[in-house]
T-cell receptor, first 113, second 113 residues
Framework: DSGVTQTPKHLITATGQRVTLRCSPR?????VYWYQQSLDQGLQFLIQ???????AKGNILERFSAQQFPDLHSELNLSSLELGDSALYFC????????????FGDGTRLSIL | GENVEQHPSTLSVQEGDSAVIKCTYS??????FPWYKQELGKGPQLIID?????GEKKDQRIAVTLNKTAKHFSLHITETQPEDSAVYFC????????????FGKGTMLLVSP
């Protein structure tokens, strides 16, 4: 158990809809990272937050947004969903934002019908 | 940006054999190289990591080697067991204050009894 909690485990929705994925980092971790994992693209970094502030952006679409709340949990919002957004979405956390091992949750599987 | 290439994409071995997975990276400033194991339905789990100030690191049956000049690093698993079967990912990052991981595409390791 990594200590990182992601909910829900599975999400099924339709094109054009909006969903919110939730992540609770390990106790004491201030930094949260979001990744998308698909069969053809592997693990792609989306965005990083540190203590409530955005710190780094990767290949995140404009239809996607995230935030980190004062209690340090984070939410990833995906809107105007397309079939290609079907993927596993992982959250990871570290103590701070520096070069440290990232600990991953078990992900949310998003299926767009 | 950083690019990480990982080979092979699949690897089949007999129980007790050794397995080697190789990765190359493009950014000479990268200095942190973790390896993750991902089992079906789970998030990536850190199994070993190495920093650029060392050339080799061992943890029981697992070892990682790093050649900074050639910009490649490898994972070595000895005396493989069926429970080693999983997808393995290499990654690289640099200490730029707020670093992000770039992952290889993964290697599916199958250990046959």
């Amino acid at each position: 158990d990594s200590g990182v909690t992601q909910t829900p485990k599975h999400l099924i929705t339709a094109t054009g809809q909006r969903v919110t994925l939730r992540c609770s980092p390990r106790s004491g971790d201030l930094s949260v990272y979001w990744y998308q994992q698909s069969l053809d693209q592997g693990l792609q970094f989306l965005i990083q937050y540190y203590n409530g502030e955005e710190r780094a952006k990767g290949n995140i679409l404009e239809r996607f947004s995230a935030q980190q709340f004062p209690d340090l949990h984070s939410e990833l919002n995906l809107s105007s969903l397309e079939l290609g957004d079907s993927a596993l979405y992982f959250c990871a956390s570290t103590r701070d934002g520096s070069n440290q091992p990232q600990h991953f949750g078990d992900g949310t599987r998003l299926s767009i019908l | 940006g950083e690019n990480v290439e990982q080979h092979p994409s699949t690897l089949s071995v007999q129980e007790g054999d050794s397995a080697v997975i190789k990765c190359t990276y493009s950014d000479s400033a990268s200095n942190y190289f973790p390896w993750y194991k991902q089992e079906l339905g789970k998030g990536p789990q850190l199994i070993i990591d190495i920093r650029s100030n060392v050339g080799e690191k061992k943890d029981q049956r697992i070892a990682v080697t790093l050649n900074k000049t050639a910009k490649h690093f490898s994972l070595h698993i000895t005396e493989t067991q069926p429970e080693d079967s999983a997808v393995y990912f290499c990654a690289a990052s640099k200490n730029s204050g707020y670093s992000t991981l770039t992952f290889g595409k993964g290697t599916m390791l199958l250990v046959s009894p």
